[in-house]
T-cell receptor, first 113, second 115 residues
Framework: DAKTTQPPSMDCAEGRAANLPCNHS???????VYWYRQIHSQGPQYIIH???NNETNEMASLIITEDRKSSTLILPHATLRDTAVYYC??????????????FGKGTKLSVIP | NAGVMQNPRHLVRRRGQEARLRCSPMKGHSHVYWYRQLPEEGLKFMVY????????ESGMPKERFSAEFPKEGPSILRIQQVVRGDSAAYFC?????????????FGPGTRLTVT
């Protein structure tokens, strides 16, 4: 699976949009971009994923660049409960070795009142 | 629809004892994954199971660790003769399929402390 690079930490004011970047310059054609978050030692929570088109759900939006080498997770109106470590993960769509999620260090997002 | 359930949530064992961690996947999910998170570290994949089969155990330590997912009942992660280095949070995840894109949904974890 392709490796990802994320900033170690970010701050965001409550009520503002949080934009979390991720670089995955070695991503291959059949690899998806997934975002998870972990709120203070709870189990990781799935947020969103995409292949090449931008995606939106009730939690967030995922913007993937045209060359697919980077992406941005957008939390449109951050709240204090969004304070967590956010993980960007690249994983292939199937086959041996695709079952595991490889968690890096992620980005620690602190939402400030 | 209940999420992934894990029990116990906290488990304390003395060195040399056995630890048994249980995971019930989400309804309709037949694929289970176990991950371990050591203190101040990221989650590491351990094993992937389908009903009655171990598909990928590339992340499992070679000794003392085993996993099963029987036809009936929860998945079990078993650690024999625990040592202090086994102290960690163990998370289970489940998914409905393993083709194309699919999400893994995680449970709340079991925190194992070895004294």
């Amino acid at each position: 699976d392709a490796k990802t690079t994320q900033p170690p930490s970010m701050d965001c004011a409550e009520g503002r949009a949080a934009n979390l970047p991720c670089n995955h310059s070695t991503i291959s054609g059949n690899e998806y971009v997934y975002w998870y978050r972990q709120i203070h030692s709870q189990g990781p929570q799935y947020i969103i994923h995409g292949l090449k088109n931008n995606e939106t759900n009730e939690m967030a939006s995922l913007i993937i660049t045209e060359d697919r080498k980077s992406s941005t997770l957008i939390l449109p109106h951050a709240t204090l409960r969004d304070t967590a470590v956010y993980y960007c993960i690249v994983r292939s769509g199937g086959g041996a070795g695709s079952y595991q999620l490889t968690f890096g260090k992620g980005t620690k997002l602190s939402v400030i009142p | 629809n209940a999420g992934v359930m894990q029990n116990p949530r906290h488990l304390v064992r003395r060195r040399g004892q056995e630890a048994r961690l249980r995971c019930s996947p989400m309804k309709g999910h037949s694929h289970v994954y176990w991950y371990r998170q050591l203190p101040e570290e990221g989650l590491k994949f351990m094993v992937y199971l389908q009903k009655e089969n171990i598909i990928d155990e590339s992340g499992m330590p070679k000794e003392r660790f085993s996993a099963e997912f029987p036809k009936e009942g929860p998945s079990i992660l078993r650690i024999q003769q625990v040592v202090r280095g086994d102290s960690a949070a163990y998370f289970c995840a489940s998914s409905p399929r393993v083709v194309d894109s699919y999400e893994q949904y995680f449970g709340p974890g079991t925190r194992l402390t070895v004294t």
